[in-house]
């Protein structure tokens, strides 16, 4: 069976699930502060399994200051994932300062690369994508910390509704 048969088969699972999403964009919409408590436990979870990985690897370097190198970077990892626990408002104000940071660095480096390639075609587009990215940067830090009880929250509802929306109509086309 042809692989692209299959999947088109499974049309009504890809709407499905873009319904699912959907909606659960929608309710981390309806309370931004919730949504982006949730984003901090998730990331709560991702560093204390890490940081358990971390611990369990460093056990496995046979050399004693490779060993205390890696536990001392599994201690980090279990202490700002217990972070995110004990106080997720100044877990989500340190993401978002970081992401305010990373955003940015990212904008005037592509505004640099978009200079950079200033003959070729296209290199407005460049540019405009790294001045919308440094704009961002600089509304999330200009916000800051007020803005970090909301704005991880605003992420995640807009990341799920577009990957509902975008499902569902990838399901609707294969349908076709």
Do not use: C
């Given at each position: ?31 931004l ?64 300062l ?34 919308v ?10 916000g ?25 109509w ?7």
């Amino acid at each position: 069976m042809n692989p692209l048969s299959e999947v088109r088969a499974k049309w009504g699972w890809f709407v499905a699930l873009g319904v699912v999403l959907l909606a659960f964009g929608v309710i981390a919409a309806l309370n931004l502060f919730w949504a982006t408590v949730v984003s901090v436990y998730y990331v709560g979870i991702m560093m204390i399994v890490g940081g358990a990985v971390h611990l369990a690897h460093a056990f496995q370097v046979k050399a004693w200051r490779e060993t205390i190198a890696w536990a001392l970077s599994a201690v980090l990892y279990l202490a700002a994932g217990v972070l995110a626990f004990v106080n997720p408002v100044l877990t989500s104000a340190v993401l978002t300062l970081l992401m305010a940071a990373a955003l940015l660095v990212a904008g005037v480096f592509r505004i640099f690369a978009a200079w950079r390639v200033r003959p070729e075609r296209g290199w407005g587009w460049l540019m405009a994508g790294g001045v919308v990215t440094t704009l961002a940067g600089l509304v999330f830090l200009l916000g800051w910390p007020i803005n970090s009880l909301w704005l991880l929250g605003l992420f995640l509802a807009f990341d799920l509704a577009m990957q509902g929306w975008a499902l569902i109509w990838f399901g609707l086309a294969l349908r076709r």
